[in-house]
């Protein structure tokens, strides 16, 4: 199975709060601004996604709810893997607990199992890269390669067995 990954950053669009008289869902007539525009496009040519967020206040960020904002159908029947991190023992479970219900009323089918990395900066550089040296580095290698594998699997599987639309 060969899979194309594409790192979206949330902030590189430079989303301005969501404020728009009608819910997406509600107007399908509206009219977005380039940067908006894109970041919809973008997510609506996804086969699925991976959502890597932090946890705030025992939720997901304020920026991430943001963009959810602004979709609509984008996330109809695509799967994705939640995945959260903190510098704490839960990992940012909180905040994954938090960001499922609300992609899943979305119509987005969100995979069992999330992935929560515990003491980040252990495990992780500033780069973003594991330290092999970390107390538990193995285990979330293991885990990121299962994920990967995982929404890789039901990204081609949904994509090439779409949900048949009803007449």
Known sequence: MSVKLNLMEIGD???????EALPPLGNPDRKLKENEQKWV?????ADGFIFLTPEYNHSFPAVLKNGIDYLST????????????????RGGQFGGLELTPVLERLGNLVLPKPIAIANVQQHFNENGDLLEDGPSSGFYQK????????????SQLFKDNPYPELN
């Not at 669009?13 to 404020?19: D, E, N, R, T, V």
Request: no cysteine.
């Open 13 to 19: 669009y430079h989303l301005p709060f969501f404020y």
């Open 74 to 89: 984008q996330l109809d029947d695509k799967p994705s893997l939640v995945m959260t991190y903190a510098n704490n023992a």
């Open 41 to 45: 496009d973008d997510m609506a040519q």
């Open 143 to 154: 885990r990121l390669q299962q994920g990967l594998h995982k929404i890789s699997f039901y």
